[in-house]
């Protein structure tokens, strides 16, 4: 049976271009590709939510802005509903510019995110969670994000935190979380290495900590376990949102499956994103994971 799955953060537009190399000072360079997709942590994760069969709802800043249209109309391919907080906002949305290195798959990344975007928790909608089974928050709103996690909480809806990187007022939202899923980049303040930021993390009592290190193994923690998870091994082709396609992926198996579990089919997922350019031709085929 499909899930609603609440995902809440920053909701982009993003330019994307294949190329050679970046370019360096003054120099001006020409595409191999190109792609034009809605971008975001949250909004990635709830792509792939929606793509493994669930309903997925976003709840960010998106506004009135013509450029909107951009992102409504990939939103609607994907089957993601939006919950916008601020509809009638004139300004642009947050605009990626992105390149993709063809031989490596990495990308370089230029955006003003969600800085001049930020709502206030009097703007959520007042039925968010009704029959919502997970919610993820990725940080880029956080006082939307605190209060969700805490209206969450109450009401034993499990929360995944995306710790792709560091972001002021975290704090507040980590201790709320089920199941925090972080990047290699993601450092608390006065941690330096990855045992660092599992000290951090259990003294706020996360029960569930994983530390996505690209091809090299998960680190995963639970109450009971201290282990390591192998990840496929493919040729890169792109690795952008490949994180963000793993969160949504975890939202989707947690449901289903146990921590280690749950961590293994999201890495599949994470690996066949990697063999497409670009963030949703991935989806175009059909697989089993």
Not at 2 to 14: A, I
Not at 173 to 180: G, S
Not at 248 to 264: M, N, S, T, V, Y
Request: glycine content about 6%.
């Amino acid at each position: 049976m499909p899930h609603r799955g609440l995902f809440v953060g920053l909701v982009t537009l993003d330019l994307v271009y294949r190329v050679d190399r970046p370019p360096t000072d003054n120099q001006k360079i020409v595409a191999s590709d190109y792609t034009v997709a809605a971008g975001g942590p949250a909004t990635n994760a709830a792509v792939a939510f929606s793509y493994l069969g669930n309903e997925a709802i976003v709840v960010g800043v998106v506004g009135a802005h013509p450029m909107t249209q951009l992102i409504l109309t990939d939103l609607q391919q994907c089957r993601v509903a939006l919950a916008d907080l601020a509809p009638t906002r004139s300004d642009s949305p947050p605009v990626s510019s992105i390149m993709v290195t063809e031989k490596t798959g990495e990308r370089a990344v230029v955006s003003i995110n969600a800085v001049k975007t930020q709502a206030i928790a009097n703007s959520i909608p007042t039925d968010s969670l009704q029959n919502i089974a997970v919610v993820l928050i990725d940080g880029h709103q956080m006082e939307i994000g605190q209060a969700i996690a805490a209206q969450a909480q109450a009401q034993a809806i499990p929360v995944v935190v995306d710790g792709g990187s560091w972001k002021p007022g975290f704090e507040t939202v980590l201790p709320l979380a089920d199941y925090v899923i972080c990047s290699a980049n993601f450092y608390p303040p006065n941690c330096q290495t990855a045992g660092d930021v599992i000290a951090y993390l259990l003294a706020l009592d996360v029960p569930h900590i994983a530390i996505t290190r690209g091809q090299r193994p998960i680190l995963y923690w639970t109450a009971t376990q201290s282990e390591q998870l192998d990840v496929p091994v493919v040729q890169a082709i792109d690795t952008l949102g490949a994180g963000d396609f793993f969160h949504g992926a975890f939202c989707h198996a947690i449901l289903q499956e146990d921590f280690k579990d749950a961590l293994a089919i999201a890495a599949r997922v994470a690996a066949q994103s990697c063999q497409y350019f670009g963030t949703r031709r991935w989806m175009e085929e059909s697989f089993e994971f």
